[in-house]
């Protein structure tokens, strides 16, 4: 069994603007324990601000009132009392102690030696653990100091095997190895101190966290820390999900972790942070689980050609089948089983054919869009003998919108069509269009029906890049209604005005 400490609340709060409140730590916590199960949870750095203590020790008391309090730990520093005279008056019962791993870390950063160092670990320790307090402790820089001062990591780990320390935390704090570095140094480690617990703490500065961190684990570490979406300073930490699925997946391991609740907590931690996950982050990405190409989505519609061990099922997500200028047929039929829309095939192929016009305009139509399109194209007639050919709306706060309308007009289909070119004015932008569309009217002597009602619609879901459908009802010798599909507003409008010229002539 891998342990696995998560420090998205210390280590991962270390993010440019990232800062959690008292509740949504205790959130998190609460998430990642209970829901998640992970063995441990870091959760702040002592003697950051009197706010941060109160916020911890709310999370606490209830990490005590539910027997998970050895399971939160708390960042601390070599200051011998003070450090632990946080965490004990925050509540807390583990310390992880932040010593230096490499010889120039103790030299330029604490201007002290290798034998003084190790003293103030030491004499820090033993009073931590008078005060109760289990340690574990961080050899910060220790990848550096593994790739230019190895005999201080080995004085230093031989110094404190007298001390009562359950963990030894091997951090790669730059993000300085590679996966062939990472395996010799923790082989080495693990030889000489076969009886000790190791754990590894990856950073992403190079994009070989998760790498590294599985290449830790096969040389002989028993734990790893990770954050959640990869939360961290400069590049990020180990992302939790990325670590969980490849030790599951490539070496078997066993692990605490509910694969079901890790979209869910990379959800609430983005929302919390203020930090977009990336669309294409492994697991937890918007678009992980989107098949875009015709051809695959044609291939898992016949056999699952294109699926891995990564199913989103694992994760309480669904396959989905974008639909734009890429799609193909079974894209289509993917999405209106979803729906529960039967087309017929000469209608599928309309639909279709709309869908690629639509996605050479915006980046993808998501399936909510769907009968939107549908109602727009099956709408609309074989003969048109009006056509709007390019439209420009300019609206500014204080003078009248203006509209330029470039459109064409033939009274029979073997006529030649007849080009014009006309400016609009008006008290917004659809108004403009509207006296644009009625000078044209009038010169080819059509009289416009009275608009009478005007309604704007998104699908469900809040997406400003959402296609909108703007259906206008109309009243002449009798009232009909007319819509328009576009991802513009006015756009949709013009659409819905060209359908109701095409009506009346």
Not at 33 to 49: C, H, M, Q, Y
Not at 211 to 232: D, E, K, Y
Request: with cysteine; charged share 25%.
């Amino acid at each position: 069994m891998i342990e696995i400490m998560d420090t998205t609340l210390r280590d991962g709060e270390q993010m440019n603007s990232v800062s959690y409140t008292a509740e949504e730590k205790l959130t998190i916590a609460r998430m990642l324990i209970e829901d998640v199960g992970l063995d441990r949870v870091e959760v702040t750095s002592a003697r950051v601000s009197e706010g941060e203590l109160k916020s911890v020790a709310l999370l606490l008391r209830w990490a005590t009132e539910n027997g998970y309090a050895d399971r939160i730990e708390m960042l601390g520093f070599i200051d011998l009392d003070k450090s632990v005279d946080w965490i004990t008056e925050a509540g807390g019962r583990v310390i992880n102690l932040l010593c230096k791993g490499s010889l120039r870390h103790v030299e330029k950063q604490l201007r002290k030696t290798a034998q003084q160092h190790l003293s103030d670990i030491l004499a820090t320790i033993e009073y931590a653990d008078r005060k109760g307090l289990e340690c574990n402790v961080y050899l910060e820089d220790w990848s550096n100091g593994a790739l230019s001062s190895p005999d201080y990591v080995t004085f230093l780990l031989d110094g404190l095997g007298v001390a009562p320390i359950r963990r030894f935390m091997l951090p790669d704090t730059l993000g300085v190895l590679c996966p062939d570095q990472v395996t010799g140094f923790i082989t080495d480690v693990v030889r000489k101190y076969p009886d000790r617990h190791f754990d590894f703490h990856g950073h992403n500065d190079y994009g070989l966290a998760t790498a590294n961190t599985l290449a830790a684990v096969r040389a002989g570490a028993r734990g790893v820390h990770c954050t959640v979406n990869g939360m961290g300073e400069r590049a990020g930490n180990t992302s939790l999900d990325e670590v969980v699925v490849c030790l599951h997946d490539f070496d078997g391991h066993k692990t605490s972790i509910n694969e079901l609740a890790l979209h869910r907590i990379s959800e609430t931690v983005e929302v919390f942070s203020g930090r977009r996950i990336a669309s294409n982050k492994p697991v937890s990405g918007p678009n992980v689980f989107t098949q875009t190409s015709g051809i695959h989505a044609d291939g898992d519609k016949k056999e699952n050609l294109y699926a891995n061990p990564l199913l989103p099922e694992r994760f309480g997500r669904k396959r989905e089948y974008a639909l734009g200028k890429l799609s193909g047929r079974s894209n289509l039929d993917f999405n209106l089983a979803e729906l529960g829309i039967e087309l017929a095939p000469e209608q599928k192929k309309i639909v279709l054919k709309r869908i690629i016009e639509l996605g050479d305009l915006k980046e993808s139509i998501t399936k909510e869009d769907l009968p939107y399109i549908i109602a727009d194209v099956l709408d609309q007639l074989q003969e048109k003998k009006f056509e709007i050919d390019s439209c420009v709306v300019v609206t500014s706060k204080g003078v009248k919108s203006i509209a330029s309308l470039k459109a064409r007009y033939r009274k029979a289909p073997d006529d030649e069509w007849r080009e014009f070119d006309t400016v609009g004015q008006g008290d917004g932008g659809y108004d403009a269009l509207m006296d644009a569309v009625t000078k044209i009217a009038a010169t080819i002597g059509t009289e416009l029906p009275e608009l009478v009602d005007y309604n704007v619609a998104i699908p469900p879901g809040g997406r400003t890049d959402a296609l909108v459908q703007c259906a206008i009802s109309w009243r002449g010798e009798k009232t009909f209604v007319t819509k328009g599909v576009n991802s513009d507003q006015v756009l949709a409008a013009a659409e819905a005005t060209e359908k109701m010229l095409n009506l009346i002539l």
